[in-house]
């Protein structure tokens, strides 16, 4: 099983990013797919969740209207569309797994975790 993140990087305050997740080893269209962030010093929180019809999606109210998230069953990847940023979205990105919708917003109940990618958002 693997889940690799893709796409972080340095970018100044008010631009975009996108990340990526390409999934393999596990039956992708039956998980719920999220992406989580974890800044230093902080607990990892949960920052959009994609269900796993690609129908019901979730943003956490700090990153609403900014950041989109959405998936392909087809190839197994999700994504995290990351507009107007800004320098508290710093932190590294993690994408995770998981079975139930009712279980997304706690890391100890994900079945997958990717090793992250890093986000820095400064001028």
């Known amino acids: 099983v693997q889940l690799v993140e893709s796409g972080g990087g340095l970018v100044q305050p008010g631009k975009s990013l996108r990340l990526s997740c390409a999934a393999s080893g596990f039956d992708f269209k039956t998980y719920h797919m999220t992406w989580f962030r974890q800044a230093p010093g902080k607990e990892r929180e949960l920052v959009a969740a994609i269900g796993n019809f690609g129908i019901a999606t979730r943003h956490v109210d700090s990153v609403r209207g900014r950041f989109t998230i959405s998936r392909y069953n ?4 999700v994504y995290l569309q990351m507009n107007s940023l800004k320098p508290e ?28 990618t890093q986000v820095t958002v400064s001028s």
């Open 89 to 116: 979205d710093t932190a590294l990105y993690y994408c995770g797994a998981a079975r139930k919708w009712s279980d997304i917003a706690t890391p100890s109940n994900y079945d997958y975790w990717g090793l992250g």
């Open 74 to 77: 087809v190839n197994n990847t």
